[in-house]
């Protein structure tokens, strides 16, 4: 239990990194609460959806030696968005959720993925679980 507090507060913590050294491509108009709220969404999506995402794509990641993870990653970032917009949090990854799919948003989630994982790294390097 200790190890999910600590995830979902080291994610909420990069979650908040990450909205406010990107305002223009990660959108958040909220309070902490909503951070940490979509902090367990992206738990919650990345423990049960991602794996099995991850096992499908498995012969893909093997072409491509492990860069579709990228890709994986930011389609698990959109799909938070997603579902923290019909929650009511009003998270935005480039132009989406309200917006349909584009480039811009594409390429805002993969860097976003990117970042977040950075973020949550460095973070979890200095706090130990």
Same mark, same amino acid.
């Given at each position: 239990?200790?190890?999910?507090?600590?995830s979902?507060?080291?994610?909420?913590?990069?979650?908040?990194?990450?909205?406010?050294?990107?305002?223009?491509?990660f959108?958040?108009?909220?309070?902490?609460?909503?951070?940490?709220?979509?902090?367990?969404?992206?738990?919650?999506?990345?423990?049960?959806?991602?794996?099995?995402?991850? @096992?499908? *794509?498995?012969?893909?990641?093997?072409?491509? &030696?492990?860069? $579709?993870?990228? #890709? +994986?990653?930011? /389609?698990?970032?959109?799909?938070?968005?997603?579902?923290?917009?019909?929650?009511?949090?009003?998270?935005?990854?480039?132009?989406?959720?309200?917006?349909?799919?584009?480039?811009?948003? @594409?390429? *805002?989630?993969?860097?976003?993925?990117?970042? &977040?994982?950075? $973020?949550?790294? #460095? +973070?979890?390097? /200095?706090?130990?679980?």
């Amino acid at each position: 239990m200790r190890g999910f507090v600590v995830s979902t507060a080291v994610t909420a913590v990069a979650f908040f990194i990450l909205v406010k050294l990107f305002p223009t491509m990660f959108g958040y108009d909220g309070e902490v609460v909503g951070l940490v709220v979509i902090a367990v969404i992206f738990g919650i999506v990345n423990g049960v959806i991602g794996p099995i995402v991850r @096992l499908l *794509a498995l012969p893909v990641r093997l072409m491509t &030696l492990g860069l $579709i993870g990228f #890709v +994986i990653n930011a /389609a698990l970032l959109l799909l938070t968005a997603f579902i923290a917009d019909l929650v009511g949090f009003s998270f935005t990854v480039g132009d989406f959720p309200p917006d349909l799919l584009t480039a811009d948003t @594409l390429i *805002a989630a993969v860097l976003g993925a990117i970042i &977040l994982s950075v $973020i949550s790294s #460095v +973070i979890r390097f /200095a706090i130990p679980d």
